[in-house]
């Protein structure tokens, strides 16, 4: 029998480990922290878990200027900051009818009023900035909806009620309801901006069927629509800044010249003209 040296062993361990580590890392090299493909990854792997405050931020650097992103980017950053503005905005409108509903006790639901609706016009205000480079596209091209199908769920939430009704919850359930209401406002957004208003079952086989992307006026018609509804964050009742109320309604008149003449394009325009007179536009 040969004699067993434990070098030799050792030896053969080492080179066994070795090899695959190399093996397990001979994948493409990660991108440079910073770049615009380390902020692309970045913005898909945050978006996937739902973490859709870091995919904004990583988005934005995505927008800020013309890489090979920007492109896609942009959409994606409109579906996601629209989606966020109304799940805030939804959330504040309940805390709103729960202050009037607990005539006892309306102090923490004016407070969250306002606060949610910071936020949301804080969404909005980002909504607005990529729309208004967003406009300067090739109005003819389809538009790409260059990411995976988001999560949440389309249905109401019943805890919203609860709230309306003048419930003060706990604050770590207002917490799981914000983030409801949030992944509910980037789903529906998401179906309103693939021309399938809160239908997911056709929203999601357009995901399904490969990249996806939808016609241009359909998808300009979604973020009018959403400008406009944002627009309504900045009334006299509400946030109260005609300034940007005028603003957000002057943009989504101008992106509507861009979008062929109908029925719904004529009422939309119509709400938007009232909500510049001071009404409410619904």
């Known amino acids: 029998m040969p004699h067993k040296d434990p070098l030799i062993f050792c030896l053969i361990g080492l080179i066994s480990t070795l090899l695959i580590a190399a093996s397990c890392t001979s994948g493409p090299p990660a991108a440079k922290m910073g770049t615009p493909p380390f902020y692309w990854q970045a913005a898909k792997e945050t978006w ?6 870091k995919a904004a931020d990583h988005l934005e650097q995505l927008c800020k200027g ?3 992103f920007t492109e896609r980017a942009q959409p994606w950053r409109l579906v996601l900051t ?10 504040a409108n309940a805390f709103e009818a729960g202050g ?15 606060d949610l609706r910071t936020l949301a016009a804080r969404r ?3 909504f607005a900035e990529t729309f208004l480079a967003f406009s300067k596209h090739d109005h003819t091209k389809p538009i790409p909806l260059a990411f995976s199908f988001p999560t949440g769920s389309a249905a109401p939430i019943a805890d919203l009620g609860k709230i309306g009704d003048g419930a003060l919850l706990p604050p770590a359930k207002v917490e799981v309801i914000q983030r409801q209401v949030v992944e509910r406002g980037v789903l529906r957004a998401t ?3 693939a021309g399938a208003l ?3 079952a056709k929203t999601r086989a357009v995901f399904q069927a490969g990249e996806a992307q939808v016609p241009h006026d359909t998808f300009a018609l979604a973020m009018v629509m959403m400008l406009h509804e944002q627009a309504q964050l900045f009334s006299r009742d509400k946030l109260d800044m005609p300034e940007r109320l005028k603003l957000f309604c002057d943009q989504a008149l101008e992106a509507l010249k861009h979008v062929p003449e109908t ?3 004529k009422e939309l325009a119509a709400k938007i003209q009232k909500t510049l007179k001071g009404g409410k536009g619904k």
């Not at 996937?48 to 405050?53: C, P």
């Open 48 to 53: 996937a878990t739902a973490d859709y405050i």
């Open 66 to 68: 013309q890489n090979e």
């Open 82 to 91: 629209g989606g966020m503005a109304k799940g805030y905005m939804e959330l």
């Open 100 to 114: 009037r509903a607990n005539q006892f006790n309306p102090t923490p639901f004016r407070r969250n009023t306002g």
């Open 124 to 126: 909005a205000l980002q």
């Open 191 to 193: 179906t309103a901006a």
């Open 198 to 200: 809160d239908d997911v």
């Open 263 to 265: 029925k719904e394009t």
